[in-house]
């Protein structure tokens, strides 16, 4: 599954399936960026980071991919599974700078 | 990363009072920041908890309504006074524990949530 264009607020994948998450930033001079996972219920997790000179990064299961060209930001997350349901928050900052700007949000619901 | 616990986990409270939330962190942290998420929205940076000295506020927060605390480098304190409705939300702490100027990894506690009535 795949949300498409900026973001969605929702996306629906099946068990097993790869996800796609996407953002886009505002800030042609953020240069950090980090992935928040929130569960119901609970405060926003660290996934990955990945800083302006990269342009992808692996973690387990996830990956991260940075255009700075279009100033798109993206999160893989393979073999999804029912513990991945949440809600997805991409952050954008400028190394140096205390404050951290977050995306609206992506809602990933897994199907059995 | 650090553990971060906040005090209460959830509350509901009358209009017109106040509510202090405290945030302890198991070590010590280089900045503390206090974030505000509105139901079904994204988080608000409120301020930033400065130890020792005022709390450095966003646009469209004061102090007279959110006073915030931070008397050492592993507590804070954030009081939301006078509540009406509105600030109905969900409060979060989160720190900063790398050099000041490099990039601002920063992790959060579980939250406080807040119904007012």
């Known amino acids: 599954g795949e949300s498409v264009g900026l973001h969605l607020p929702t996306l629906s994948v099946q068990e097993g399936d790869n996800s796609i998450i996407n953002c886009a930033y505002s800030n042609s001079a953020s240069d950090y960026f980090i992935w928040y996972k929130q569960e119901s219920g609970k405060g926003p997790q660290f996934i990955i980071d990945?800083?302006?000179?990269?342009d992808k990064r692996q973690g387990q299961r996830v990956t991260v991919l940075l255009n700075k060209t279009v100033k798109h930001l993206s999160l893989q997350i393979a073999a999804t599974q029912p513990g991945d349901s949440a809600v997805y928050f991409c952050a954008e900052n400028i190394k140096g700078d205390y404050k951290l700007s977050f995306g609206a949000g992506t809602t990933v619901t897994v199907r059995a | 990363s650090a553990v971060i616990s906040q005090k209460p986990s959830r509350d509901i409270c009358q209009r017109g009072t106040s509510l202090t939330i405290q945030c302890q962190v198991d070590?010590?942290?280089?900045?503390m920041f206090w974030y505000r998420q509105q139901p079904g929205q994204s988080l608000t940076l409120i301020a930033t908890?400065?130890?020792?000295?005022?709390?450095?506020?966003e646009s469209g927060f004061v102090i007279d309504k959110f006073p915030i605390s931070r008397p050492n480098l592993t507590f804070s304190t954030l009081t939301v006074s006078n509540m009406s409705p509105e600030d109905s939300s969900i409060y979060l702490c989160s720190v900063y524990q790398g050099a000041k100027g490099s990039y601002n990894e920063q992790f959060f506690g579980p939250g406080t949530r807040l119904t007012v009535l």
């Open positions: 070590s010590q942290v280089t900045m």
């Open positions: 990945i800083r302006s000179n990269m």
């Open positions: 908890a400065n130890q020792g000295s005022e709390a450095t506020y």
